[in-house]
C-alpha cells in the first residue's frame, strides 16, 4: 500500500510555537555576545521547495520585561554557490516584537537566512530547493505498442536547468514502487529525452523522470507522473479494438474487430487483470456477414483483453479503468498566508493515496504538494498550509497503479493574502511520496 511510503518532507512531528523568552531555541536564535537580555528567532516556511514556490521569513525579538516593539530586524541570505550572505530585507517589529517580510519568490538553490536586530544575531535557517522536472511523451489516451518499430519517445525539461545531473526513468512495479529503467543526463540546456522499447504487452506503465542531487542541488526533482496502457499491433487475420481509452469505473467498454474472411465464424473473448495471467474466457460470439463482431464489458479494474477465432489469436490490448474523485472541494478560495486549507473529496474504488497537486509556477504542469491515505469508503480529508501572497492553484488528484488509471480533479484556484506580524507560525511539514 502507498499510504505505508509516505514520508516527510521535512523532519518535524508536531505543530511548534514560536519560543517564549527565556525559552531554548536552538539553531534558531542566538544572543549577542556577553548580552543575556533579548533574544532573536527566524523562521522561514515552508523548508523544501520547489523551484519557484515562495517561502516566508518571519520571527521574533524577545526582550524580558520590555515588548521588543518598534526595531528594525535586518534579514541576509545566502545561496548555495555563492560567496557570502546579501541583504534579504528589512522589517519593523510590531507588538510583542513579532516581525515578518513579505513573501519572497525566486529561489532556485539552497538558501539560509539570518537576522540581526539591536546587537543581536538569531541562528540560521536554510530552506531546501528541488528543481522543477516535467515529463512530456504521448498522449495518455493512446495505448503505446510493443516493440522497436513503435519506440517511444519520452522528452522534459529541469528549471533551473541543471546540466550534467542524472535523470532516470522511472517505472512504478506491482508493489506500487518506482524503478528505474532507463538513465540519462540533463543537458545545458536543461532538457532530457528518453526512447524506449516497451516490451509486454497487456500492461500499464505508469512513470515518471527523477532528478538527483547534483550541483548546487540536495534535493531530488520529481515529475509529474504519467499513466498508459501497453498493447500490441494488430493482427490482420484478426483485429481488435477498444472504443474508449480508459474508461471511468462503472462504465462499460465496447471491443470490436474483424475476422478476415470470418462471416459466420465464433469469436471468442478472453480477458485477465493486468498482472495476473493466463487468460480466461468470458463469452462468444458469432461474426456478421462481414466478419465483423461486437462485446461489450463492465471492467471494475483495469483488464487485458484477446480474442481468438479457431487458432488464430488477435493482439493484445489493455483497457485501463481510471479513478472517479467526487464531491471534491476546499474549504476557502482566499486565505491569509500562513494558514491552512482543507481539501475534501471522496475517491472510488477507494485508493491507497491521494495525491493534493500545486501548479508549477515555470511551465505549467503540476508537482505534489501533500499526500494522504483516504478512509475505507475512499473519503479523504488533506489539510494544507499555504504561504506566499497572490495566485495559487491546486488539484487533487488519484495516481495511477495496477489496478486503475489515474484521475484528477478540476483545479482549485486559491488567493493568498498578506500575513500581518504575530500571526505566522512554524507549521507541520507536509508528506511527499517516497
Not at 533579548?38 to 524580558?64: A, W
Request: positive net charge; charged residues 15%; aromatic residues 8%.
Amino acid at each position: 500500500m502507498r499510504s505505508k511510503m509516505l514520508t516527510t518532507a521535512v523532519t518535524a512531528a508536531a505543530m511548534l510555537a514560536l519560543a517564549p523568552a527565556g525559552a531554548s531555541a536552538a539553531g534558531h536564535s542566538s544572543r549577542a555576545r556577553g548580552a543575556a537580555t533579548c533574544r532573536l528567532v527566524i523562521q522561514v516556511e515552508p523548508h523544501v521547495i520547489t523551484n519557484g514556490e515562495p517561502v516566508q521569513v518571519f520571527g521574533q525579538l524577545l526582550c524580558p520585561g520590555k515588548t521588543g516593539e518598534g526595531q528594525t530586524v535586518t534579514v541576509y541570505k545566502h545561496s548555495a554557490g555563492t560567496p557570502g550572505y546579501v541583504l534579504d530585507g528589512t522589517a519593523t517589529t510590531a507588538a510583542a516584537g513579532f516581525y515578518s517580510l513579505p513573501p519572497l519568490s525566486g529561489l532556485s538553490t539552497d538558501t539560509t537566512f539570518y537576522a540581526t536586530a539591536l546587537t543581536y544575531r538569531s541562528g540560521k535557517q536554510t530552506v531546501k530547493v528541488a528543481p522543477q522536472v516535467t515529463l512530456e511523451g504521448p498522449l495518455e489516451t493512446t495505448p503505446l505498442l510493443t516493440g522497436f518499430r513503435n519506440r517511444t519517445t519520452f522528452t522534459g525539461k529541469v528549471n533551473p536547468a541543471d546540466g550534467g545531473a542524472e535523470v532516470d526513468l522511472q517505472r512504478e512495479n506491482g508493489a506500487e514502487e518506482w524503478g528505474t529503467i532507463q538513465k540519462t543526463t540533463v543537458t545545458a540546456q536543461g532538457g532530457f529525452t528518453f526512447i524506449h522499447t516497451f516490451v509486454v504487452p497487456g500492461e500499464d506503465a505508469n512513470l515518471r523522470a527523477v532528478v538527483r542531487p547534483h550541483g548546487p542541488f540536495d534535493v531530488r526533482g520529481t515529475s509529474n507522473a504519467r499513466s498508459y496502457a501497453i498493447s500490441q499491433a494488430e493482427n490482420p487475420k484478426l483485429t481488435i479494438v477498444e472504443k474508449k481509452y480508459p474508461i471511468s469505473y462503472g462504465e462499460s467498454v465496447t471491443i470490436t474487430g474483424v475476422v478476415k474472411g470470418g462471416a459466420g465464424k465464433t469469436v471468442t473473448l478472453t480477458e485477465h487483470a493486468v498482472g495476473k495471467k493466463p487468460f480466461e474466457t468470458l463469452t462468444s460470439v458469432k461474426a456478421n456477414g462481414s466478419g465483423e463482431y461486437e462485446f461489450v464489458e463492465k471492467p471494475t479494474i483495469n483488464t487485458v483483453y484477446q480474442t481468438t477465432s479457431g487458432t488464430v489469436k488477435s493482439a493484445v490490448i489493455f483497457e485501463g479503468v481510471s479513478y472517479v474523485l467526487t464531491d471534491t472541494a476546499v474549504s476557502a478560495t482566499k486565505v491569509q498566508s500562513g494558514q491552512s486549507l482543507t481539501f475534501t473529496g471522496t475517491v472510488t474504488p477507494s485508493d491507497p493515496v491521494v495525491y493534493l497537486e500545486r501548479q508549477n509556477t515555470f511551465g505549467g504542469g503540476y508537482h505534489v504538494a501533500n499526500v494522504v491515505a483516504p478512509n475505507s469508503k475512499g473519503e479523504f480529508s488533506i489539510t494544507q498550509f499555504v504561504f506566499g501572497l497572490g495566485k495559487a492553484v491546486f488539484r487533487i488528484k488519484a495516481p495511477g497503479n495496477h489496478e486503475n488509471q489515474a484521475a484528477a480533479s478540476t483545479p482549485f484556484p486559491i488567493e493568498v493574502t498578506p500575513a500581518p506580524p504575530g500571526s505566522l507560525k512554524p507549521v507541520i511539514p507536509s508528506k511527499l511520496p517516497l
